[in-house]
């Protein structure tokens, strides 16, 4: 242990951390795993958590040991019923976080994004506590680039359009430490594919859609595949078109052990949101990404191209993702393995492993002048 993480973590009994933001896996699960990694250094010190009231974040934090307060900001929109009722939702929201700053006084908080992080991150910096961020897209949202100013440090996992490069801290986005890793050269041989699909926590109409479609386009090929497939909702419709086609599969309308299905999975045909290709360039798995069309400035789709420039994924817009070309790239994998090889090398090149440690070491030099 260095010299500061050493005297950090002397002093960690006193200290309370708050990480704010949530609405999606995507902002809750790297906080998450960023969490763990400092209770595991430091057990004595406080976590909580300051999150949107969606179900996504009550059934993700319920499955661990930290404490959480709901945050009602909402985000703006411009229909008339909400413009009434949003300054209503930002009063609530000032008050919340006056309560929870007034019971836990925390000592850092750390914005995950979303809007629910824009009270904390603002109520912080007017007590002249340090505010820190994760960012995990290309393109910053709308909350950290609003908290920009006033954070000491962003982390992401690569430089970030509409941050000031000297906020940036490029050492990644924290991720799950129980992550399988998958050899590029286990896949010079294969013959027969395991595909996990999914579509983000909240699930993917587009992508169900989509491979429910070409699933009649396999029967030729059934006996080398199995889907385990990650559906949101319509879980009965999703099932039951791999029935009609006799194609193997798991259907789930959410999963928590993520690192299980990765270990059973070969491919992943997934979404391009930041936090899930923290996951994939760390496992070294081939993915298929569909970035999301409607995403706040077509961040996905800058994440997505930015695996596909470095040769680790292959990228199809909505447009173009069809039946044809799911089947196009199933057949080519299985007739040509080393393309999986070359993906899952490339992917293992860029992945960073290690953030959620490495980010809690560079917490530690701030931390150490409380």
Same mark, same amino acid.
């Given at each position: 242990?260095?010299?500061?993480?050493?005297?950090?973590?002397?002093?960690?009994?006193?200290?309370?951390?708050?990480?704010?933001?949530?609405?999606?896996?995507?902002?809750?699960?790297?906080?998450?795993?960023?969490?763990?990694?400092?209770?595991?250094?430091?057990?004595?010190?406080?976590?909580?958590?300051?999150?949107?009231?969606?179900?996504?974040?009550?059934?993700?934090?319920?499955?661990?040991?930290?404490?959480?307060?709901? $945050?009602?900001? &909402?985000?703006?929109?411009?229909?008339?019923?909400?413009?009434?009722?949003?300054?209503?939702?930002?009063?609530?929201?000032?008050?919340?976080?006056?309560?929870?700053?007034?019971?836990?006084?925390?000592?850092?908080?750390?914005?995950?994004?979303?809007?629910?992080?824009?009270?904390?991150?603002?109520?912080?910096?007017?007590?002249?506590?340090?505010?820190?961020?994760?960012?995990?897209?290309?393109?910053?949202?709308?909350?950290?680039?609003?908290?920009?100013?006033?954070?000491?440090?962003?982390? &992401?996992?690569?430089?970030?359009?509409?941050?000031?490069?000297?906020?940036?801290?490029?050492?990644?986005?924290?991720?799950? &430490?129980?992550?399988?890793?998958?050899?590029?050269? #286990?896949?010079?041989?294969?013959?027969?594919?395991?595909?996990?699909?999914?579509?983000?926590?909240?699930?993917?109409?587009?992508?169900?859609?989509?491979?429910?479609?070409?699933?009649?386009?396999?029967? #030729?090929?059934?006996?080398?595949?199995?889907?385990?497939?990650?559906?949101?909702? $319509?879980?009965?419709?999703?099932?039951?078109?791999? $029935? #009609?086609?006799?194609?193997?599969?798991?259907?789930?309308?959410?999963?928590?052990?993520?690192?299980?299905?990765?270990?059973?999975?070969?491919?992943?045909?997934?979404?391009?949101?930041?936090?899930?290709?923290?996951?994939?360039?760390?496992?070294?798995?081939?993915?298929?990404?569909?970035?999301?069309?409607?995403?706040?400035?077509?961040?996905?789709?800058?994440?997505?191209?930015?695996?596909?420039?470095? %040769?680790?994924?292959?990228?199809?817009?909505?447009?173009?993702?069809?039946?044809? %070309?799911?089947?196009?790239?199933?057949?080519?994998?299985? %007739?040509?393995?080393?393309?999986?090889?070359?993906?899952?090398? $490339?992917?293992?090149?860029?992945?960073?492993?290690?953030?959620?440690?490495?980010?809690?070491?560079?917490?530690?030099?701030?931390?150490?002048?409380?």
């Amino acid at each position: 242990m260095t010299k500061s993480l050493k005297y950090l973590s002397d002093i960690m009994e006193k200290i309370t951390i708050l990480f704010a933001g949530g609405g999606t896996g995507g902002h809750t699960i790297p906080g998450i795993c960023l969490a763990n990694e400092l209770k595991r250094i430091y057990p004595q010190a406080e976590i909580i958590f300051f999150v949107p009231g969606k179900p996504i974040d009550k059934e993700i934090l319920a499955a661990t040991p930290y404490p959480y307060y709901i $945050n009602s900001m &909402t985000s703006f929109s411009h229909s008339l019923q909400a413009l009434c009722k949003f300054p209503f939702h930002c009063i609530r929201s000032l008050w919340q976080t006056h309560r929870l700053f007034k019971k836990h006084s925390p000592n850092l908080v750390i914005a995950l994004g979303g809007y629910a992080s824009l009270s904390a991150g603002y109520y912080g910096y007017w007590k002249n506590i340090p505010i820190f961020a994760l960012e995990s897209n290309k393109i910053a949202g709308k909350t950290i680039k609003a908290l920009a100013k006033i954070s000491t440090k962003i982390y &992401t996992p690569w430089q970030v359009d509409g941050l000031p490069d000297n906020k940036i801290e490029a050492i990644g986005i924290p991720i799950r &430490t129980d992550l399988p890793e998958k050899q590029p050269e #286990d896949y010079h041989n294969k013959t027969n594919l395991t595909i996990l699909v999914m579509g983000g926590s909240l699930g993917s109409g587009c992508i169900n859609t989509t491979i429910c479609e070409t699933l009649p386009l396999l029967k #030729d090929l059934a006996n080398k595949l199995h889907f385990i497939h990650l559906c949101g909702k $319509n879980i009965e419709t999703v099932q039951q078109a791999y $029935n #009609d086609h006799q194609i193997s599969a798991t259907v789930l309308s959410f999963y928590h052990n993520m690192p299980e299905l990765y270990e059973k999975a070969d491919i992943v045909i997934a979404r391009a949101g930041g936090a899930s290709l923290a996951e994939i360039k760390s496992i070294g798995i081939p993915s298929i990404l569909i970035p999301w069309k409607n995403a706040a400035d077509e961040h996905q789709l800058h994440n997505a191209n930015e695996m596909k420039n470095k %040769n680790a994924a292959i990228v199809y817009t909505e447009d173009i993702f069809t039946k044809e %070309n799911v089947l196009h790239i199933i057949q080519e994998f299985l %007739n040509t393995p080393s393309r999986m090889y070359v993906l899952s090398m $490339n992917a293992k090149k860029i992945g960073q492993r290690n953030a959620a440690y490495d980010i809690a070491q560079n917490l530690a030099s701030y931390l150490s002048n409380l």
